[in-house]
C-alpha cells in the first residue's frame, strides 16, 4: 500500500539545517494496523507529513522515495497529491479542530469530499433512488425568515381580534395556512442523494443522531464527535488507508478508547490500512499488528507487536519497553484486558521514560 524509502527530510531555520529524518524506511501493507513509536521529536510527524508533501515551507525532503500502490508519488503534482490526500489517504489530526473548516457545517465539510472524489457514486444513487443529487429541492425559506413571517402573521391577527374586526384578519390566517400545506405538500419529497451519503458517512462511525449533527459546525461538537467526523470524512472519500497522528492525545481516557475501538472497527470493516502514530505503548499492545520504533529520524526496530513486546532486539526498544510497569509488560495482558492497556497511558510516556534511560543510548 505504502512505502517509505530512505526518506530523508531536512528543515531550514535560522540555526542552519536540522536533518529531521535520516533515511527512514516503512513498509504498510493493505489492510494492515501499523503503528509508529517514538519519543518527541524523533520524527514520527514529519515522516507521515513528507509522505503526504504537507510539510510546512522551511522543511524539504531531500532524498527517498514514497511508492503509493507502487507508483512514484515522490514527485507528484499538487493536484494529484490533492486526490490522494482525503481519496486514497484519509489522516486524522491530534487536534481535530484545527483540521476542521469552522465555518462550514460538517454536511457541508464530507460533501465537499464527496464530490471531489466520489462523484460517479453521488449520481448513481440520485438516479437509483430517482432522488436529486445535491439540493434537495424542497421550497422553505430559512428558519429565521420562516419564523419571521409567522409571528408577524400571529400578532395581525390578534390586533384584528382586539380590535373586533375579525375579517381583516383572513389574510393573515390564509397566509399561515398556505405555510402548513406548503410543507404538507413536500413531505414525501426525499433528501438529496449527496445528503443521504454523509449521513451514511456520519452513521458508519457510530455517531448518534447524524442528521443533526451533519446540520452543526465543529465547535459545535465534542471532541471525541470531531475525530469521529474526521474519520467519516476518510471514510467518504474512500481512503484505502487511514494516517492518524496522535489522534487520542487531545481526548480523555473512556473517549480515547472508544476512538481506538471505531479505529480498529473501520479497519476490519472496510479493510483499510492504518498507519497509528504514538506515544503510547498501551495503544500499540492493543490495536496494531505491527510495529516501527524510530529514534532519532531513523527507525530502529519494526516487528510484529508479539516480538516487539516478548523479544525487542534493539536496545532503544528494550529501554522503551522498560518505561511499562512490570504488571502490563506482558502482551498477552495487554491485547485480552482492555482496561490495563488503557491505564498504561501516562506510564509508557516515552517522555517519561527518556528521561531515565537517554544516558544509556547516546553515544
Ligand atoms: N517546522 C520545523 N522547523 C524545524 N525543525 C522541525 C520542524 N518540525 C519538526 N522539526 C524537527 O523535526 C524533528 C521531528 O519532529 P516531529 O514533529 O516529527 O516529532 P514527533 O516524533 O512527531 O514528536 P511528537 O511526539 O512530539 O509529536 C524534531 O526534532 C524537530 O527538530
Ligand atoms: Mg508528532
Known sequence: MLEIKDLKTNFNTYDGVVKALNGVNLTIKDGEIFG???????GKSVTCYSALKLLPKTGEVVGGNILLNGEDITHASEDRLRQIRGGEIGIIF????????????????????????????????ASEKGIPVYKSEKW????????????FCISFISLFIMLGQFTFSLPFLFVIGMMFLRDYLQRDIPASAL???????????????????????????????????MIAMALAGKAKMLIADEPTTALDVTIQAQILQLIKDIQKEENMAVLLITHDLGVVAETCEKVAVMYKGKIVEEASVDQI????????????????????????NLSTNKKSARTTKSESSIDDFLKVKKEIIDE
Open 36 to 42: 509508529l513509536v517514538g519519543e518527541t521529536g524523533s
Open 309 to 332: 513486546f516478548t523479544n525487542p532486539r534493539h536496545e532503544y526498544t528494550r529501554a522503551l519497553l522498560s518505561a511499562i510497569p512490570k504488571s502490563e509488560k506482558h502482551l498477552p
Open 94 to 125: 491530534q487536534d481535530p479542530l484545527s483540521a476542521l473548516n469552522p465555518v462550514m457545517t460538517v454536511n457541508e465539510q464530507i460533501g465537499e469530499i464527496l464530490l471531489l472524489h466520489q462523484d460517479a457514486e453521488i449520481n448513481k444513487l
Open 195 to 229: 445528503d443521504l451519503m454523509v449521513i451514511d458517512a456520519l452513521s458508519r462511525v457510530k455517531l448518534p443522531n447524524p442528521k443533526q449533527i451533519a446540520r452543526s459546525y465543529p465547535h459545535e461538537l465534542s471532541g471525541g464527535m470531531q475525530q469521529r467526523v
Open 140 to 151: 422553505k425559506a430559512s428558519p429565521g425568515v420562516e419564523f419571521t413571517i409567522m409571528a
